[in-house]
């Protein structure tokens, strides 16, 4: 009897156990809600993720995935000839990655390097519809050719 009792206890603790396991990774595991455009389709947007040339990111002042609004004075460190000029598009694009407001930085010191290059921009969100949105870190592309083009795109809520 003694034997049946214990088994029995070694059972429903292992049970609780497994549901423990169960809960926990639900609670901890993130979930994004889709995003959808005007026409109901949905886009895939990621809170998690830097998107485009991440690895030429050394610094942003603005974590992906941030709630951002206003006028926002940022800060960043590119490496790999972002610039010309001293000049770098810092651009904020809509959940579907088009230009709502184009702008640009400036470089703080040499430029004329492929090595990190620290920049600063103001970011205008004023007037801009709240929702998911990117900030993007665009190389000042003089050639104008496609095949030049880089860029970093920053996931972010516009709050």
């Known amino acids: 009897m003694k034997y049946k009792k214990t088994k029995s ?3 429903i603790i292992a049970i609780i156990i497994i549901l423990l396991i169960i809960i926990v990774f ?3 595991k993130k979930v994004n809600a889709p995003v959808f455009d005007n026409n109901g389709n949905s886009l895939e947007w990621s809170s998690t993720e830097v998107l485009g040339n991440s690895s030429d990111l050394v610094f942003f002042s603005v974590d992906h995935g ?3 609004s206003g006028i926002l004075n940022v800060t960043g460190s590119v490496q790999g000839g ?3 000029e001293a000049n770098i598009l ?3 694009l809509d959940a579907n990655k088009k230009v709502i407001r184009a702008g640009n930085g400036n470089a703080k010191g040499d430029w ?3 090595g990190p290059v620290g920049f600063d921009a103001a970011l205008d969100f004023t007037k801009l519809q ?3 949105a990117y900030i993007e870190i665009h190389n000042d592309n003089a050639s104008g050719l496609p095949e030049n083009d880089k860029s970093i795109l920053i996931p972010i809520i516009i709050n």
């Open 66 to 68: 941030e709630k951002v």
């Open 112 to 114: 004329m390097t492929s």
């Open 26 to 28: 639900f609670v901890t």
């Open 82 to 84: 972002y610039f010309f």
């Open 90 to 92: 810092v651009n904020i």
């Open 9 to 11: 206890n070694i059972t």
């Open 130 to 132: 709240k929702g998911h």
